[in-house]
């Protein structure tokens, strides 16, 4: 697992793009900007570059005469993935905090770098695991329509819900608000955020294998 790892790294995932969670991160001190789009820039940048640069390099072909499972090979390319969501998030988190220093009385239109918030964030990142990795998987080769699919399901996720938070005041109170009040009601979405993210992900992961069981190499 160590060596595919190793090779996903080196075959697929320019340095730079170990260096996009920073970058993308930093956007969170904009004030008042839609802080959905810090992450939907992972979607839209490092996956179809990442996942183009597999398939220049030959990597299903070379993967496959490897002495490795199908299992092991879907299992070490989500790894390498959902750890570059986790990075993204990571930094998103840590320039959010700087933003709530920062800016301590800002009124937020759209919502705020709060722990609701980054539930939601988690949630739009499930979707779009959930959606890419079972499409990319019936080929293992061809991955743009599974990322039309999946960046348009992650893209509806955060316009409804950002929706609901200008529409609602209730909803914009209940994730915007860093008050004791709604402090519960926050760590209930983060939790069930989550919650949601492992449970997608891994259902991801099982459809992932179905489908590349039926491929052809």
Not at 75 to 97: C, D, N, T, W
Not at 141 to 158: C, D, E, Q, W
């Amino acid at each position: 697992m160590y060596n595919l790892l190793l090779k996903d790294f080196k075959l697929g995932v320019n340095p730079w793009f170990l260096a996009m969670p920073v970058l993308t991160g930093a956007l969170m001190l904009v004030p008042g900007w839609i802080y959905f789009l810090v992450l939907l820039y992972f979607c839209w940048i490092t996956i179809p570059n990442v996942f183009a640069s597999f398939r220049s390099q030959n990597d299903l072909l070379f993967t496959s005469m490897m002495p490795v499972t199908r299992k092991d090979m879907v299992k070490a390319r989500m790894l390498v993935i959902v750890g570059l969501e986790l990075l993204h998030v990571a930094f998103a988190v840590i320039f959010g905090a700087i933003n709530r220093l920062l800016y301590p009385d800002f009124v937020y239109y759209f919502f705020a770098p709060t722990l609701g918030f980054l539930g939601l964030c988690l949630v739009m990142l499930a979707i779009f695991n959930v959606v890419f990795f079972p499409i990319y998987y019936k080929t293992a080769y061809k991955h743009g329509n599974a990322a039309i699919a999946s960046i348009s399901a992650a893209m509806l996720f955060a316009a409804v819900t950002q929706w609901a938070g200008i529409a609602s005041a209730d909803v914009s109170r209940v994730i915007n608000d860093t008050g004791t009040g709604h402090l519960a009601w926050q760590t209930s979405v983060l939790v069930a955020g989550i919650a949601i993210f492992a449970a997608l992900t891994i259902l991801a992961y099982r459809m992932a294998i179905r489908q590349f069981q039926k491929v052809e190499l």
